[in-house]
């Protein structure tokens, strides 16, 4: 597979330490791309990164999949080219609204597949998740300090 990877912060440098090549231009990388993947953070800067005038340079065979956050796309423009069948299809996990309300458009699309934000979930985050949860507690029962403890240091309360 061939990456092509844009961000606004990613540099030459890092894109060759990742071992991908650097698109020019977020333009670029959504006409060449069979599939796009979102991972990046929510902020302002980053709200309505991909806009409707940005899924028209998807192909019309492109995936769009987001696991990151729903705000990053304008889920508007989103629905009106996945209904126009501009692009092949999208593969969501995130939304503006969570959970997506059960009559929402996204439900009726038929070249979408949805999941409750779970994408990230793996064997060994379940495995560390479920592993130090059960250790705490046996912590909190034996009185001892559990394994993340948080102090003033870290922004709590005494």
Do not use: C
């Not at 340079?57 to 956050?69: D, E, G, I, Q």
């Amino acid at each position: 597979m061939n990456v092509l990877a844009w961000s606004p912060n990613l540099t030459p440098e890092r894109a060759q330490a990742a071992n991908v090549t650097l698109a020019k231009s977020k333009q670029e990388l959504l006409s060449q791309s069979d599939v796009i993947s979102i991972h990046m953070v929510l902020s302002s800067s980053t709200k309505g990164l991909l806009n409707a005038e940005d899924l028209k340079h998807m192909k019309p065979t492109a995936y769009l999949v987001n696991t990151s956050r729903g705000p990053l796309v304008d889920e508007a423009a989103l629905i009106a080219v996945l209904k126009a069948n501009k692009i092949a299809g999208a593969a969501l996990d995130v939304f503006d609204v969570e959970p997506l309300p059960e009559g929402h458009e996204l439900r009726k699309l038929e070249n979408v597949l949805l999941s409750p934000h779970v994408g990230y979930i793996s064997d060994e985050n379940y495995e560390a998740f479920y592993g130090q949860t059960a250790e705490n507690v046996l912590a909190f029962i034996e009185d001892k300090p559990g394994l993340k403890v948080l102090g003033p240091d870290m922004g709590m309360l005494d």
